[in-house]
């Protein structure tokens, strides 16, 4: 049996639907590369914008000439808009055979042989922890992973659709990660990215506030492994004990996603992100000061319900001035069922368009900025291997998470070396290969 699965959205996405294939590939799936050549098609799904449940209805949409010429094909929905439309999808997309929400992944095997029995079979349980049996050789690259280590969220900022679909916040037991670390490093991994939607909190579901330093202590010890990220920040749960271990931990790389969402403090109140565009502005200078060469990224919502002109210039104001080192920057859309949906959505597209391209236009001459005083200094590269635009050329990241490129040997893949840059753009540095780079890092 082959499956063809695809997935929109975060990494959690992309790591749910890897957790989902593990499962597969104990019943004997195989995976494929189109729908055509699947008996199984699975789509994990995004809600967090609207935008992202349109392209799915029009991709699965498009599968109905599929499911009748090939009616013993499965077509399946996961993950997150399965979770809030339920059974309205079958009523959009009357071919799809199963709706698997987000915590019923482990049951993936059990629910498709349902469906290939009956038709229209619904799994949206929303109690308890996601059993992660994931079969860690299901990566989609050699040296690089990610490791979910919670699920869910309990803080509901106004405009997240998170807290409805992925339920409460459950931490993973820390042995179990540490197990998954051990298998990802025994099997060439070098780099690790801790993923949960607020891993400032990871432990307290189990009654362990602060956690992650251990957790990242721990994972940091697994054998072979170069260079430790973990996201998301959420800034009210940042504390001096997490920035310490970035400092004071070599794997534990200088780039720390932290979103400020807004520079206004109405906007934030509204938003209840619980936290003042001074108290981002400290934090930032905190961790600054406690990390030395930290990067810092953050989210921006553009257009969220009031935001005056003079609002979004306070935002405009905090790009300018924190100099991150990604901003990405979405326009609000209201989300069914969010505290924000039900406040009037009275910025109109146009403007919403506007604030997105001045923020990303200050981004953009900050990134040129900020990469043109790299050059000539020397950094550390895990290199991933050649340049999907330019093979002749090598393509890794910097510790701080910009890419860079250097000409180099592709045995040089999943090595750490030290490149000195010579030009850069807003997106990219480019430089040349240090001699000794990779007999001396590696
Ligand atoms: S912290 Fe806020 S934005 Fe992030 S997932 Fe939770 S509710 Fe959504």
Redesign the pocket.
Known sequence: MKVFIHAFGCQMNKLDAELALSHLARAGYARCDSPEEADLVLYNTCSVREHAEERVYSNVGKLKFLKRRRPDVVIGILGCMAQKDQGRIFERLPHVDLVCGTREFPRIVELVEQARRRRGVLACGEAGAVREERDVRHRAHPFQDFITIMRG?D???AY?I??YVRGREVSRPMEEIVDEARRLTDDGVREITLLG??VNSYGLSFGRPGALVELLERVAAAPGLARLRFV?S?PKDMTRDILQAMRDLPAVCEHLHMPPQSGSDRVLKAMNRRYTAAQYRDLAALARDIVPGLALAGDFIVGFPGETEAEFEETAALVRELRFQNAFVFKYSPRPGTAAARLPDDVPEAEKRRRNQVLLGIQSRVNLEENARAIGREVEVLVEGPSPRDPRRLIGRARTNQIVVFEGAPALAGRLVRVRIESSTALTLAGRLMPDAGATLT
Do not use: F, I, R, S
């Open positions: 969220c803080n509901y900022c997240c998170v807290p939607q607020n998301t959420h």
